[in-house]
């Protein structure tokens, strides 16, 4: 009789022997059926850990009357978007980004609580603070959401990885009363592939044997750096799964998608280079404004893109960066989302962060209402590495 694959309980951590002898559906240490089982479990060590529902649950963590009743943590008003839903208002079709008016027309008995963003981030320190006790290698992605490399965690802890995740979860539950999905393999790509596969209070894990088969029916949006643009593009090859990734060669998706294509060629393939890193510098840094009303002229959106230019600057000066990109963007009264960009000399001063963002605003105002504008810096650089002007001019 073939011995089932190794496990790991979802409870407590355990990892039973699998050529013990008994109940093989039950923990053997705490009793529940809440065992994970996976033919690889114990030689993957790249996780993903993320927070299910995460600003819902904080809310109805402090709000217990609300347990059980649809929440939606967003605008209180109906120009407002959705910014996080708990389980029980998806069911009825609600959605991050959604407008309030909508969701409360799907979700009318929802409660809106508008964002603390202050006791969003310190319940994340916390949660990151529980991460690290296990490793080092933390890369946050988000508030709610953080890649960890495991590797070596076997001789500093006498656990594998898999059960350093569980143990990391248990922690959230018994803390900081949050629940969490673990997505497990053996590098980036699969790891966040795996922690959307069983959601809420999930457990999912991706090993080398299995990742080329998993990925070939699955639609290209699936992978890494697809979005819209490049799916279109996509889809215009006639490319519409990972499937049809895996069958060209590498150098015809080089050539037809330039770097992208060779990144294309690995993830399709399972393979991912990409190390966990945790003091991953900012990629951009950025701020936007929701109109209370429909915003149709120059003068008016140059006021409103003020202060959000002196927000991206403070920031810029508390992390020591420097944009070479100013990025504005704009949401049409249809919620059509527009994006332009212009490269600048290294700069965190929000006086030229504004200008630029002025600049880009004039070509794009002819009498369409806006309904949302922000800004922000790109191409993030610290000033010791950032060129000289002088010596660019120079050559």
């Not at 704009?330 to 332009?340: E, I, V, Y």
């Amino acid at each position: 009789m073939t011995a089932p694959p190794p496990s790991v309980c979802r409870d407590c951590a355990a990892a039973p022997s699998s050529a013990g002898s008994g109940d093989v559906t039950r923990c053997p240490k705490c009793g529940s059926r809440r065992l994970f089982r996976h033919a690889e479990l114990h030689s993957l060590s790249i996780g993903h850990i993320d927070c299910d529902s995460f600003y819902a649950t904080v809310e109805k963590r402090d709000r217990p009357e609300l347990a059980s009743r649809p929440v939606i943590v967003g605008g209180d008003d109906h120009r407002g978007v959705v910014a996080a839903c708990c389980y029980v208002a998806r069911m009825s079709g609600v959605r991050s980004a959604m407008t309030i008016r909508e969701a409360l027309d799907r979700c009318p008995d929802a409660t809106i609580i508008r964002p603390d963003i202050a006791k969003y981030k310190e319940v994340g320190h916390r949660a990151r603070a529980i991460m690290e006790a296990f490793t080092p290698l933390v890369e946050p992605i988000s508030i709610d959401e953080a890649y960890l490399d495991l590797t070596g965690v076997e001789e500093r802890l006498s656990i594998s990885p898999a059960q350093a995740l569980v143990e990391i979860v248990r922690r959230f539950e018994q803390e900081l009363r949050i629940t969490a999905s673990i997505g497990l393999s053996y590098n980036k790509l699969l790891a966040k592939i795996a922690s959307d596969l069983d959601k809420p209070r999930g457990f999912s894990a991706l090993g080398r044997a299995e990742a080329a088969g998993f990925l070939a029916p699955k639609r290209v949006t699936i992978l890494w750096g697809v979005g819209p643009a490049l799916e279109r593009k996509l889809f215009a090859d006639g490319i519409t799964r990972v499937g049809d990734l895996q069958d060209k060669d590498e150098h015809w998706l080089v050539k037809r998608y330039g770097a992208m294509g060779r990144v294309l060629f690995n993830y399709a393939r399972g393979e991912d280079s990409r190390r966990v890193q945790p003091d991953s510098p900012s990629k951009s840094i950025s701020s936007e404004e929701t109109f209370d009303w429909d915003v149709t002229t120059l003068p008016a959106l140059a006021q409103e893109l003020r202060p959000l230019a002196d927000k991206v600057a403070r920031r810029l000066e508390r992390e020591g960066l420097l944009g070479r990109s100013v990025v504005l963007k704009l949401k049409t009264k249809d919620f059509q989302q527009l994006t332009r960009s212009r490269r600048v000399e290294p700069t965190r001063s929000a006086e030229t962060i504004l200008a630029a963002g002025i600049a880009l605003l004039e070509r794009e105002v002819d009498g369409r209402a806006f309904r949302l504008i922000g800004i922000g810096c790109t191409d993030l650089t610290h000033p010791e590495t950032a060129p000289d002007p002088e010596l660019d001019l120079f050559g």
